[in-house]
């Protein structure tokens, strides 16, 4: 059975961080692209940072500079550390697994809330 458990989220004031952890289980973990989405209340879900196999980085322009994904292939988990938080920051946060071998197996987590707020 596979499981992508976040962790981290919360209530932070604007300027402020948060590291997010996702546990991954039930996959081989090291042969996926690891990747955190977000959504916001009437938004659609979106992609905020991407880690491949190889480590390569992907982020959205509106987090870049201020977000770092990382992985622990040893542990099965990813992490997105978030800094000079914003209000538009708000969202849910979910954690995505992703590898495409011929077939495509794609999992998500149950998300974790972040509020950027004072």
């Known amino acids: 059975q596979v499981q992508l458990v976040e962790s981290g989220g919360g209530l932070v004031q604007p300027g402020g961080s948060l590291t997010l952890s996702c546990a991954a289980s039930g996959i081989a973990f090291r042969t996926y692209t690891m990747a955190w989405y977000r959504q916001a209340p009437a938004k659609q879900r979106e992609l905020v940072a991407q880690?491949?196999?190889?480590?390569?980085?992907n982020y959205a322009g509106s987090v870049k500079g201020r977000s770092t994904i990382s992985r622990d292939n040893a542990k099965n988990a990813v992490y997105l550390q978030m800094n000079s938080l914003r209000p538009e920051d708000t969202a849910v946060y979910y954690c995505n697994a992703r590898r495409v071998w011929g077939t495509e197996y794609n999992y998500w987590g149950q998300g974790t809330q972040v509020t950027v707020s004072s």
């Open positions: 880690i491949t196999t190889g480590g390569t980085t």
